[in-house]
C-alpha cells in the first residue's frame, strides 16, 4: 500500500503550484483562443516546463516528466476534441482531473523530486502556502473559466442585459466573491457566506426582476458560489492532510 510522505508532498505542492500557474495566471485568453496555432501551444509548454523547473529548482526528470504529461493532454483536447465538446464546463473538469492525476503519477514516481532541487530546505516550510496559493487560484481564476464555460449557452440570449452594466463589472464581481468564499472557509466561517449571497441578492433585486434575467442571475450565482466553496473545502483538506504528514 502507498504511504505517504512528507517529500511527495512537497514535490506535489510545487508542481501543483507550476501546472496552476502556467494555466489560469501565465496563459491569457487570447493563448486560450489561439491555442490550436503550433507556435502558441509550444508556448505554453514551454511556460509549464519553466515554470515546473522553477518550482521544483531542478530535478530534471520529474520536470520533463510532468511537462511531457501536460503536452499530451493539451494534445489530446486542443487538436482531437471536437470544438463543441472542448468548449464546455465538463471537458474543462476532465482535463484538470487529467493533470492532476499525472501530476500525481510523477510525485510517486519521483517523491523526492522537491529534495532533490535548490529549494530542498525551504519546502518543508512552502509546501502549505503553495497549497493555499494553488487553491486560492483555481477558486478565483479558473473559476471565472467555469462559471463563462456553463452559462454560454444562456449568455447569448442576455447580450442587453449583460450590456446595462460596466464593462467587465460582472467578472470582477465573480473572482470578488470567490475570493471572499475562499477567504471565510480559510478562516473557518463559512457561514458569512449566506450574508454573502444575500448582500448580492439585494444589490441585484432591482435589475433582475424580469423572470429570465432573475433565473440567468441565479444560474450563473450558484454556480460560482458552488465553485469556490468546493475548492476551498478541497484546498483546506489538502493542507489537512499535508499537517497530518508533516507531524508524523
Sequence with gaps: MLSLTSEMVQS?????LAHVLADFVFQTAGMVKAKRHPGVFLLHIAIVFMLSAAALGGAWPAVLAATVAHLGIDAVKTYGVPAPMRGTATA??????????????VVIYWPNAAQTGLWAAWWPELSQPALMLSGFVVAVLAGGHVVALFMAPYANRFEDFRAQGLPNAGKVIGQLERALIFLLVVIGQPTGIGFLIAAKSLLRFEATKEQK?????????????????AVSSATMALISVASTVFAR
Design 12 to 16: 506535489f505542492a510545487a508542481l501543483l
Design 92 to 105: 474543462f473538469i476532465a482535463d484538470q482531473a487529467a493533470h492532476l492525476l499525472t501530476i500525481a503519477a
Design 213 to 229: 434575467a432573475s433565473e440567468y442571475v441565479i444560474i450563473g450565482t450558484l454556480t460560482s458560489f458552488g465553485w469556490a466553496l
